[in-house]
């Protein structure tokens, strides 16, 4: 296990302007007008629920304190609902910040990291801050994490990181291949599953593992199902030695009352995840077919994205459909042809069909 000295977080404050940002000169998208279709950053069309904005409005009105009260509170709603210790769960200010963290923990220069590709780019971009070596490992024939590839690739790795569904395909990595990796990775090294695509799909959490496993990290977010992307909420679950190695970090980077307020009333929901996958689901293998039907490969997408072989330079589809008013994802250096689309509302996938089909 990689240790933390008074040195290593002299470095990794050196290296915060970095790990702070996103490429942006890569994901950044034109300036956007109010009739614009913003089907780039995998965010929900719909926002917080109904009961998610008026618990946030309420939430205001504590703002004047620290709102730890708030979020111990949400902490053990979640462990209570998935049969965890309420000392499993820690809070942050999104997943991303808590990613970040579990990198730079959990890889030195001697430790790397092992991912998939393409795939999520913050855990690379963090360890490159971080001087520590990156293997990234081509996703199979199904699109999935190639598990026996990725546990081959570093006999030394410290971290393994694993997205499932996976950004930017939306595919699925079979329950049977993460239990393989938790079982195989290299000795002293985490296994980061993230699930911020979980609830989209029919997939089995690994959250109920960590009761059983202290190298087992999972990550959960608000901003995509939830609708809750700029209140800026993530959820890290593990052994309660393994978060207090995050929170070494920041863990005094909490969420405002308003954004833990909604979290818990959209915990609270029992009808919230079903009706919003249902309706993603169906928007989505809609696209999926119609593109199909004119000739497009696409990613089998179990989440709010999916990718479109364009048979082109994907940035000249990207540039066009921007140019007509509708942003699409970025491009991933190693499917230079593939778009990544964003689920969008019923009328913004109608657009975006309508503009494809003028255009692509």
């Known amino acids: 296990m990689v240790s933390v000295s008074r040195r290593s977080l002299l470095a990794f404050g050196a290296a915060l302007p970095v790990l702070g940002r996103l490429d942006w000169a890569v994901a950044s998208p034109p300036p956007a007008t109010a009739d614009t279709v913003r089907l780039n950053y995998n965010e929900s069309p719909y926002g917080p629920s109904d009961a998610a904005r008026e618990a946030m409005q309420r939430g205001v009105g504590s703002s004047g304190r620290y709102p730890y009260e708030h979020m111990y509170a949400l902490a053990g709603m979640f462990a209570r609902q998935q049969g965890i210790a309420e000392e499993q ?61 990725m546990l081959a690739a570093d006999p030394q790795a410290g971290m393994l990181y694993l997205c499932n569904p996976n950004n930017p395909t939306g595919t ?24 911020a695509y979980i609830d989209f799909s029919d997939a089995q959490s ?57 979290a818990r009333a959209s915990l609270e929901d029992p009808k919230l995840l079903a009706q919003r996958k249902a309706l993603n689901t169906q928007l989505r293998e809609e696209s999926v077919a119609w593109l199909k039907g004119r000739g497009f490969t696409c990613t ?60 692509v």
Not at 97 to 116: E, I, K, N
Not at 225 to 245: C, D, F, K, V
Not at 248 to 258: C, E, K, Q, R, Y
Not at 305 to 320: E, Y
Request: aromatic fraction near 8%.
């Open 206 to 262: 690994c959250v109920s593992w960590v009761k059983d496993h202290d190298d087992l990290l999972v990550l959960r977010t608000f901003s995509k199902i939830y609708g809750m992307a700029g209140a800026r909420l993530g959820l890290a679950i593990g052994n309660p030695a393994l978060l207090e190695r995050l929170a070494v970090f920041g863990g005094d980077n909490v969420p405002a009352a308003s954004t833990l307020l909604g």
């Open 89 to 149: 769960v820690a809070v942050f200010a999104g997943s991303m910040a808590a990613l970040r963290y579990a990198v730079v923990a959990f890889t030195s220069a001697s430790r790397g990291l092992v991912m998939a590709t393409p795939c999520y780019e913050v855990p690379r971009q963090a360890a490159e801050s971080w001087a520590a070596p990156v293997r990234e490992v081509s996703l199979d024939t199904h699109h999935a994490h190639d598990v026996p590839a």
């Open 300 to 359: 089998a997408s179990q989440s709010n994205c999916f990718m479109i072989d364009v048979k082109q330079p994907a940035q000249q589809v990207i540039d066009t459909l921007a140019a007509h008013g509708v942003l699409v994802g970025r491009v991933w250096k190693d499917w230079p042809q593939w778009v990544r689309v964003t689920v969008g509302s019923k009328q913004e996938m109608a657009r975006f069909r309508e503009v494809f089909a003028a255009t």
């Open 172 to 195: 699925v990595t079979p329950t049977d291949a993460i239990r393989q990796a938790l079982a195989n990775k290299p000795q002293g090294s985490v296994l980061v599953v993230d699930e």
